[in-house]
């Protein structure tokens, strides 16, 4: 079935580091790529997506692109800040949008 | 404008016990999906509801139901807890016919657990 695997965590970056957490998945279809993330006592938001091979999503910094020859899907973010300390979730959903299968989870946090 | 609310934000519940959990989608969004998310742990698909019906549903046990109201607002019950259903509850919604293009808005879950 399908299925996604994330870098497991925690990651602890410098201010102003280059961050990639690592994202591949399983699929039977063509499915459509996100990364939502989570700040301490919310629900998930979305961060960006991705709806096709080639696409790349981004939005604040980060950046995601759909590598279907790779099945891959990971984020990066050039310089990240103090405010950008989350867990990020790396997703998959199937054509109809109704059932999303997430990853476990990697918990970033940047240090000053 | 809200976004989607849960209701409550903690409980404690004894094994064996029923709960009932709470949600109000966003204003606009006819589709409410439940997650379960584990601690440590990505979110499980549940079910989705649609027109107060199942949509679809994820590989949860019959002891796990739902109902949606014509104010699109819904409930997850789950009937004789277990230790193993101690968790984040998350409810998201969005409005059908919007396909993938806004993803889903998440609320900020119930945090259940048994004991």
């Known amino acids: 079935g399908d299925s996604v695997t994330q870098m497991e965590g925690p990651v602890t970056l410098s201010e102003e580091a280059f961050l990639t957490i690592n994202c591949t998945y399983t699929?039977?279809?063509?499915?459509?790529l996100f990364w939502y993330v989570q700040y301490p006592g919310e629900g998930l938001q979305l961060l960006l997506k991705a709806t096709k091979a080639d696409d790349k999503g981004s939005n604040k910094g980060f950046e995601a692109t759909y590598r279907k020859e790779t099945t891959s899907f990971h984020l990066e973010k050039g310089s990240v800040q103090v405010s950008d300390s989350a867990v990020y979730f790396c997703a998959l959903s199937e054509r109809s949008g109704n059932q999303f299968y997430f990853g476990t989870g990697t918990s970033l946090t940047v240090i000053p | 404008d809200a976004g989607v609310t849960q209701s409550p934000t903690h409980l404690i519940k004894t094994r064996g016990q029923q709960v009932t959990l709470r949600c109000s989608p966003k204003s606009g969004h006819d589709t409410v999906s439940w997650y379960q998310q584990a601690l440590g742990q990505g979110p499980q698909f549940i079910f989705q509801?649609?027109?107060?019906?199942?949509?679809q549903r994820g590989n949860f046990p019959d002891r796990f139901s739902g109902h949606q109201f014509p104010n699109y607002s819904s409930e997850l019950n789950v009937n004789a807890l277990l230790l193993g259903d101690s968790a984040l509850y998350l409810c998201a919604s969005r409005m059908t016919g919007t396909g993938l293009k806004y993803g889903y808005t998440f609320g900020s879950g119930t945090r259940l657990t048994v004991v």
């Open positions: 509801y649609y027109e107060e019906e199942e949509r």
């Open positions: 699929a039977t279809g063509y499915p459509s």
